[in-house]
């Protein structure tokens, strides 16, 4: 079965940063494009950042791109997403998910997140 755990998050003042990790195990990570998603109470799915399986492509949402970073260590199984300059509209949920662009992931498809909040 599919597993990520996240972590990495907290609370960060505007302009701060904040290096978000994903363990994955129970499918060949090396070979699967992997996402950031991020979510706000009573709002839908924003997709933030993908990254191909060998990390030859890489796509970030317009209201990321500059300020985050997507990366992976394929060899430890783990995704990373340095964020940058942080705003308040980052806060919200991240979700560390397998596969690539999505408007949504299920459960069995990302881990339980973990909470960023800039204030």
């Known amino acids: 079965d599919v597993q990520l755990v996240e972590s990495g998050g907290g609370l960060v003042q505007p302009g701060g940063s904040l290096r978000l990790s994903c363990a994955a195990s129970g499918f060949t990570f090396g070979k699967s494009s992997m996402s950031w998603a991020r979510q706000t109470p009573g709002k839908a799915y924003e997709w933030v950042a993908g990254?191909?399986?060998?990390?030859?492509?890489?796509r970030y949402a317009d209201s990321v791109k500059g300020r985050f970073t997507i990366s992976r260590e394929n060899a430890k199984n783990t995704l990373l997403l340095q964020m940058n300059r942080l705003e308040p509209e980052d806060t919200a949920m991240y979700y560390c998910a397998k596969g690539g662009r999505s408007r949504y992931y299920g459960p069995a498809s990302r881990g339980q997140g973990t909470q960023v909040t800039v204030s």
């Open positions: 990254i191909s399986g060998r990390a030859t492509e890489r």
